[in-house]
């Protein structure tokens, strides 16, 4: 009841602040939300040149601000989507992962800016099982989506299938928008969420042709034993060489994996590939297979040659072959927008942001995913251009995080956000005034026991520390030094060098939880609804 009459207000207020907007004469800034899936922030030049160069994706760093020290609170798709949408941390929204449903009547910023007088428009994968409210116009990937021939749900005309490539598709449907479904007396949220570069990594036929020849700086942690950590890092099924798949990955062809005697990683490896490649029409498999096939055909010479360790080598590059080729396409396609706001003179009210929903392991610690809270995917890239208020080529140190987008947004747009929204706005960072408001970060991961099998964990991480609790079926600490060991490689919960700092993070982690509302109480009872989702069979392995 409570609720309903704070929602009945807040509709009351909505026509006031549009109105005082409309007075002012103010104009309040257009919003181009582009978000990919998976894309570390290892794979952006503005970050590492060490392997490809994304100079569009960088344009927008070069022109605004790079923030070094962007994070999320739970390294997952849907889940970092729900916090970004409500701006609540996973256990309050309820999305804590990737198959509970997203709860509808939680409020999204995109909802009170559609309220609030902006155009509202979405292109690409959202992953939630239901359709985004609060937007005018949606084409949306179901689930996962495909890389090639895709189908979406379009808000207009139900289900379409697109020939093509997926990130060129998004890209198109998003220009096309800007171009002939903008209404120009309002200001616009644009979210354009690239599919891409997630597993299993199918680069556009441009790319794949000069990707598969490249070859790629291997990480110093490739072959990680796992030796001084706990029994997280050990169990974790992400290592390249055991658990990634044959043919849905790696483009081994499936008879030749019959012909070599390669077991599948995983039950589903060869049916994955025959699920996605699959889907190519004659002409785009022709290609594709003359590319591959050639690729094939030297593994079969070498195979009966390989060690395990030039097993893992091999992985390595063609697993980054494929991803960065992935990305070579996001970057063409940032690089199109880009051009048609510049274009168009919309370039200078307009609010450019270039995010992922979480970082990813490229090989480190012999890893792909995500999941965990070591940094490669804890952190999470982010790039802001606001021509009219942030200063060209800044950069921001900052622990600022995925639940700060919304109120960042309403910020940005003069609307009050809700009082339960647990961010902070980015606004004056990016005016160059921001006060550091974050000592620490808070983190929480829930999918487990599921697919790569990363244990449920929660942690707090500081400048200069991080103190994580796995917990379910182990109860460990672990603690690592962030200064001293950069890779998080030696846990030193138990170094009495370290008890002092133990017990304040102790302190400042259960304070944390407080301030955050999450509670033993709230982890048992996600964990009670996941087994139900077991039991009836939801669970995917
Ligand atoms: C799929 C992937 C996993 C991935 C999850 C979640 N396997 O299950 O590797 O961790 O999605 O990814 S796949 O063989 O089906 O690609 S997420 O980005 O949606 O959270
Ligand atoms: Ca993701």
Redesign the pocket.
């Known amino acids: 009841m409570k609720k309903l009459l704070f929602l009945g207000l807040a509709l009351l207020t909505i026509p006031v602040i549009f109105l005082s907007f409309k007075t002012k004469k103010q104009k309040r800034p257009n919003i181009v939300f582009i978000m990919s899936?998976?894309h570390a922030y290892q794979a952006i030049s503005a970050y590492s040149t060490k392997l490809i160069q994304t100079p569009n994706i960088d344009r927008i760093a070069k022109e605004g601000m790079l923030f070094s020290n962007a994070c999320v609170t739970n390294s997952?798709?849907?889940?970092?989507r729900a916090v970004i949408l409500t701006g609540k941390h996973s256990h309050l929204n309820g999305k804590i992962d990737?198959y509970f449903p997203f709860d509808t009547t939680n409020i999204t910023f995109p909802q009170l800016l559609q309220a609030n007088g902006y155009q509202t428009a979405m292109f690409g994968k959202l992953?939630f099982g239901n359709n985004p409210k609060g937007f005018d116009e949606f084409q949306i990937l179901p689930d996962?989506g495909h890389y090639y021939n895709p189908d979406f749900i379009t808000k207009k005309e139900g289900k379409k299938t697109f020939t093509g490539y997926v990130t060129d598709i998004i890209t198109d449907l998003t220009i096309n928008w800007l171009k002939n479904d903008r209404d120009e007396d309002k200001p616009f949220f644009l979210a354009y969420l690239h599919k891409a570069p997630?597993?299993?990594w199918i680069p556009a036929e441009r790319h794949y042709k000069s990707y598969i020849n490249k070859t790629f700086e291997e990480p110093t942690t490739l072959f990680d034993n796992y030796e001084g950590r706990g029994t997280a890092s050990k169990t974790a099924e992400m290592n390249l060489l055991t658990h990634m798949?044959w043919a849905?990955?790696s483009k081994i062809f499936p008879e030749n994996m019959d012909l070599l005697g390669i077991p599948e990683s995983?039950s589903?490896d060869k049916q994955?590939f025959n699920g996605t490649v699959g889907r190519m029409n004659p002409e785009q498999r022709k290609s594709f297979d003359s590319v591959y096939g050639k690729m094939n055909g030297e593994f079969i010479k070498n195979y009966p040659k390989m060690t395990e360790k030039d097993k893992m080598k091999w992985r390595y590059q063609r697993y980054m072959q494929d991803y960065l080729g992935c990305i070579a396409a996001v970057d063409e396609g940032v690089g199109r927008v880009l051009d048609f706001l510049k274009d168009n003179n919309l370039e200078e009210n307009t609010i450019v942001v270039y995010t992922s929903?979480?970082g990813f392991y490229l090989g480190e610690h012999g890893w792909?995913?995500?999941?965990f809270i070591f940094d490669e995917s804890f952190k999470t890239p982010l790039l802001v251009r606001w021509p009219q208020v942030i200063k060209a080529g800044s950069k921001n140190s900052q622990m600022v995080q995925n639940l700060d987008f919304a109120q960042t947004f309403l910020d940005a747009a003069g609307i009050k956000a809700p009082s339960d929204m647990q961010g902070e706005s980015l606004v004056p960072i990016f005016k160059g005034k921001g006060k550091n408001f974050r000592d620490a970060a808070y983190y929480h991961y829930y999918e487990y026991p599921s697919?790569?099998m990363v244990k449920r964990h929660y942690g707090i991480v500081t400048e200069k520390y991080k103190l994580v609790h796995f917990y379910y079926d182990v109860d460990e600490w672990e603690l690592y030094d962030r200064q001293a060991d950069k890779d998080e490689l030696k846990n030193v919960y138990n170094d009495p060098k370290y008890a002092s700092i133990k017990k304040e993070l102790h302190e400042k982690l259960a304070k944390l939880r407080v301030k955050y509302k999450d509670s033993e109480a709230l982890d048992k009872m996600y964990i009670e609804k996941y087994k139900e989702l077991e039991a009836k069979g939801k669970i995917?392995r």
């Open positions: 899936d998976d997952i798709c849907a889940p970092s990737n992953h996962q997630h597993r299993e798949n849905g990955d995983h589903y994955f929903d979480q792909f995913d995500k999941r697919v790569h995917f």
